[in-house]
């Protein structure tokens, strides 16, 4: 498995924008499609962008599509989720996840995904 650790979670308001980052460690990150999940309080987590292995295949939840946009730089063995004109229900803790490429991308089940990073809080303010 591979190990992730995100970052780039903060406080924003309304209409804001900020970019996520996964930094994967451990294996090739280029053998791994991607997903990023959010939970916020007393909400089940749910799928909110995947990622092919490569970076050609994108895949969002209907409810950040136009205003979130994933992407990877497998030499830097990074995933990105650049996310813009936030609302207050885009508050969450968001996670990472990774699964072998050898199985299908753009998953949008949780338990579809073999590694997870720790989570990293996005709060927006209306």
């Known amino acids: 498995q591979v190990q992730l650790v995100e970052s780039g979670g903060g406080l924003v308001q309304a209409g804001g924008s900020l970019r996520l980052s996964c930094a994967a460690s451990?294996?090739?990150?280029?053998?791994?499609?991607a997903g990023w999940f959010r939970q916020a309080p007393g909400k089940e987590r749910e799928f909110v962008a995947a990622?092919?292995?490569?970076?050609?295949?994108?895949y969002y939840a209907d409810s950040v599509k136009g205003r979130f946009t994933a992407s990877r730089d497998n030499a830097k063995n990074t995933v990105y989720l650049q996310m813009n004109s936030l609302k207050p229900e885009d508050t969450a803790k968001y996670y990472c996840?990774?699964?072998?490429?050898?199985?299908?991308?753009?998953?949008?089940?949780?338990?579809?995904?073999?590694?997870w990073g720790q989570g990293t809080q996005v709060t927006v303010s209306s």
């Open positions: 996840a990774a699964v072998g490429n050898l199985r299908r991308s753009g998953s949008r089940r949780a338990d579809e995904y073999d590694s």
């Open positions: 451990g294996r090739t990150f280029s053998s791994y499609h």
């Open positions: 990622i092919s292995w490569s970076g050609s295949m994108l």
